[in-house]
Structure formats: structure tokens, C-alpha cells
């Protein structure tokens, strides 16, 4: 009876779950009447936009990874290391973006940093990439933070600084050849989360008015009928391709030898 | 009889010249600077511009100014999409992980299932509103199936992909994996010894569930409801994407006002984004407070 009931759940999430992922497909191969054919896909591929915007997007992912690396892993280290006090505090600050809506972020950025104001990086093109880049970072800081912070638990962070130390390594020398090294698999999987945000994200891309590939997927969902089921084929698989390379770093990685508890 | 006054008790401990002085702070700066330029203060901005006059003087006409029908209504389709879309989406996650948790199913089932979950909670947007309009709308999979097989015509049985229940079923797509995701550990956490000792003293299977399994479970899971709640309440792109401008919600009236001030009135944008932001603040709290309580039975 209870197992059952607990195969009715099962069949009912999956049915609800493969419908629209087999409706997205079906649709997007019926481009030409009366047969399946790839052409709605190789449209969206040959279209100039879609090759500007995607990469546009990719670009900026790649430097939110950085700027997300550069930014979280001495933190994160840091509080571990000489500020675990602060740990609660700056916690609950990296949740912030999961609660103040994306858009409500951006709409602040726009009046804060418009062209009359102290720092007027809506004013160029590259202050706005910059300003959305900050933004993207703010989005994947919750991801980013706790996979680094995940990372920074199962080694000893005290006494690798303190060995480093005494054979004579600065800080640079400490985060770059020793922590990150270390923590590279839990960075590598914010990583993978930051793409999948940034590629497909919308909302700031759209009221900063930059060329990203969220836009450019609304403008033509407003537009086509079978490109838009080509585009979320593709998106879905960008999003199964980021999530399945986070677990397969997961599982590549070396085992820590004495798992150190919080 | 001599009394030793304990140290740490009676004099304050004495604190090193070293860790008094805020140095170990510095090694935070470019994190507090950077979330105070771009997450904090542009908040800050948007708080204090919907308290703010045109003049610049303090008042609460903004906020007043919200209370029209067409926003009211706005904010109230809003809160019913989410209440909706985060209680279905408990609902049904909560049965398909206590299915793969407790149901005795097959042990294979759990990685992929955890897995998608992953991808599909993070598969919303854009192309989520382009797949299921591929499904379910007006020549979609589901709907030219359901016509030409079963005689089914779902737009005369009042289903539109573009309305109130089009919207709640696209958003469970990310609502119901997020539920797995979160209260998955929270099965996990039942103890096996707690069934037993149940059973031993003569509980029936619904009584434990709701004696004992329920009751450890309930902040879990309204907590979860909560984030959900939040969660679908500062959807925006999904929203767009699958109905234009045609349904009058929150984030697509914040959306067309920060585009062209539709409102008339910039300060009344604020105001808007301020509403927005302490709905998802309360619904926060209420999750942060739960989450705390339902930590308790997992150490």
C-alpha cells in the first residue's frame, strides 16, 4: 500500500516533469510542416544575435567567476581563519540577494549609479558591463559563498596557514598556491552554478539594456513560435551540462584524508 | 574559611592590545565595500526613495499612494500566485521525497532524482515559460493531445496558460525540485529509533506520522514554504516571457515601470519595489526563525 502510494508520487512528479520538456521538444523540431527536421535550431544557430548575444553572456559569466573568486575565497578564508565571530553576520549578508528581489536591486542601481551621479557607470557601455558584472556577482554570491565556505570546512585552515608560515609564505603566496588549490572543487562548482544564472539571466540584463542572451531569448519568444522551444532545448541542456559537470568534479576530487568537523 | 573569587567571574578578562584593535576587520573590507555599494545601499536607495517626496521631504504619500485598485489588485494576484505555487509546490515535493526517502523505493531512484531536481530548480526564466508554452499552450503538446484523443478543450474548461493557474503551474517547475532539495535532508533526519519506540508502544502508522514524524517535520516545512513563497514572488523573467504585460503582477508592473514610468508618478516605483521588498522580507523571517526551530531535531 505505502509503496504503492509512494510510486503514484514518483509517476506523478516525473509525468509532470517530462511533459513540458517533451513539449518544448516536439515543438522545436516541427518547424517544417508535416516532419520533424532540426531546422527551427539550425535558424536560432545561424542568426547573428543569437552568436552575439550568447557569447556577450558567456563573456560575462566567465568575469563574474572571477571577480566571484577573487572576492569570496580570501573572505571566506578570512572569516574561518581570524573572524569566525563575524561568520553569522557575514552568513546572513551572502543570503541577502535571495531575499531582496533581483529586480528591486537593479532598479536601485540605475538611479544610484545614473550619469548625474558620483559614480556614473550607467553613463558608458563598459560601466554598464561592469555594473551588470556587480550585479551577477551579487546573484551568485548565496551560491558562491557557501560552496567555498562548504570547501573551507573539510581542511584545516589554521594549520596550513600556520605551516606556510613558518616556511616563509606571504598571503598572496598562502591563498593562491595553498587555499585555493585546496578548495578548488567547491569553487568550481559555484562556478558552475554562476553560469547557469548569468547565461540565462533576464531581469538586470534587460532594464540595464545590455546585449545579453536573456533578452535576446525574450525579444524572440515575443516574436517566433518555433525558435523560442529551440532555444529552451538549448538552455536546458546548458543548465543539465553546468549541474552534471558540478557532480562530476564532486566525485573526481580527491577525499579529504581526516575530514575536519566544524 | 577563605574565599577565592574565581578569575573568570569576578575580573573582566583581560583582552590583548592586539585583539582589541579592529585589524583582523581590514581583511573584510573589499567584502563589506563591495556588498555595501552593490547590494546594500542600492536597497537603502530604494527604501528611503519611498519614503521620500519629490522635494526630498519625508513623507508617506508613496506608500499611501499604493493603495489603488489596479495595484492593490496587483499585489493581491501576486500573493495568491505564490501562496499557491509554494503550498502546491511543498505539497508535491514533500510526497516525492518522503516517496524516496521513506516509501521503499528502489535506492536507485534517489541520485537522479536528485539530481534533476538541481537542474530543474535552476531551470527558470526565460525558457521555462518557452517550454511549457510549448505544453500547454493554445497549440502545445498537452493541449492539441488532450483535443484531438480525448476531446478535451482545455481553453473551454477555462484553462489559460496565461493566467492565474498557467502561471502556479509553470512556477512549480522550479517550486516542487526546490522542496526535494530542502526538505530531503529533514527525512533523512527521522530517526529510525523514533518509528520503533512509536511502534512499541502501540502507534499505528498514521498515528506516528501524526504524533511524532509530523510535528518534528512541520517548521521544516512551513519554513520551506516560506522561501518558495519568496521565491516565486520576485519571479520576473518567467513571468514576462510567458505572459507579456497581460497579467497585471507585481514584478511585471515594477518591470514596465522602471522601463517607461507607467505610473506617472517615480516615486510611486519605489514604493512598489519597497512593497516588494517586505513581502519577501516576512516570508524570509518566517523561514530563517523555522529553519532555526527544525535544526533542532537534526543535530
Known sequence: ?????????????????????????????????????FDAYAKVLADPRFQETFSYSVMMAVFTIVFGVLLVVPTAYWVRLKLPRARPFVEFVTLLPLVIPAIVVVFGYIRLFNTSSWLPLTG??????????????????????????????????????????????????????????????????????????????????????????????????????YEPAALAVIAFGITWACMGLIQLVARLAPKPATPVKD | ??????????????????????????????????????????????????????DGSFTFDNVIGLNTPSIRSAYWISIKISLAS??????????????????????????????????????????????FLATLGPIGLVTVFLKTNLGLDLRMLGFNILSFWGLT????????????????????????????????????????????AFPILFPAILGTMALLFANSFGAVATAIALTGSSLNIVPILLFAQIRGDV????????ALAFGMIVVTGIANTIYIVLRARSERWQK
Open chain 2, 169 to 212: 503551474v509553470t512556477y512549480l517547475f522550479f517550486q516542487i525540485p526546490l522542496m526535494i532539495l530542502i526538505i530531503t535532508p529533514a527525512l533523512d533526519g527521522l530517526k529510525r529509533e523514533w518509528r520503533e519506540a512509536a511502534e512499541i508502544l502501540g502507534a499505528t502508522g498514521p498515528q506516528y506520522w501524526r504524533m511524532v
Open chain 1, 124 to 225: 558608458t557601455a563598459m560601466g554598464t558591463n561592469i555594473l551588470l558584472m556587480f550585479g551577477y556577482a551579487t546573484l551568485s554570491l548565496p551560491y558562491m559563498y557557501r560552496a567555498v565556505d562548504t570547501g573551507l570546512r573539510t581542511i584545516d585552515v589554521t594549520t596550513l596557514t600556520e605551516a606556510a608560515q613558518s616556511l616563509g609564505a606571504g598571503w598572496v603566496t598562502i591563498l593562491g598556491r595553498l587555499i585555493l588549490p585546496n578548495v578548488l572543487v567547491a569553487v568550481l562548482s559555484g562556478a558552475f552554478v554562476t553560469l547557469a544564472i548569468v547565461i540565462g539571466e533576464f531581469t538586470m540584463a534587460a532594464l540595464l539594456n545590455r546585449p545579453a542572451f536573456g533578452p535576446y531569448m525574450q525579444l524572440l519568444g515575443a516574436n517566433r513560435a
Open chain 2, 86 to 131: 509554494a503550498s502546491l509546490g511543498c505539497l508535491i515535493g514533500f510526497a516525492m521525497a518522503a516517496a524516496m526517502t521513506l516509501g521503499g523505493l528502489p535506492k536507485a531512484i534517489r541520485g537522479p532524482l536528485l539530481t534533476f531536481s538541481g537542474v530543474a530548480s535552476n531551470f527558470a526564466g526565460v525558457p521555462l515559460a518557452f517550454a
Open chain 2, 1 to 54: 574559611m577563605t574565599f577565592q573569587p574565581s578569575p573568570d567571574v569576578d575580573t573582566p578578562r583581560r583582552v590583548p592590545l592586539k585583539e582589541r584593535l579592529p585589524l583582523d576587520w581590514l581583511g573584510l573590507a573589499p567584502f563589506l565595500v563591495f556588498v555595501t555599494l552593490f547590494l546594500l545601499a542600492p536597497t537603502m536607495y530604494i527604501v528611503v526613495g519611498a519614503f521620500r517626496s519629490v
Open chain 1, 1 to 37: 500500500m505505502m509503496r504503492l502510494s509512494a510510486w503514484a508520487a514518483i509517476a506523478f512528479g516525473m509525468l509532470y516533469f517530462l511533459l513540458p520538456l517533451l513539449g518544448m521538444t516536439e515543438f522545436s523540431l516541427k518547424m517544417r510542416r508535416g516532419v520533424y527536421s
Open chain 2, 263 to 270: 505610473l506617472g508618478d517615480p516615486h510611486l516605483g519605489y
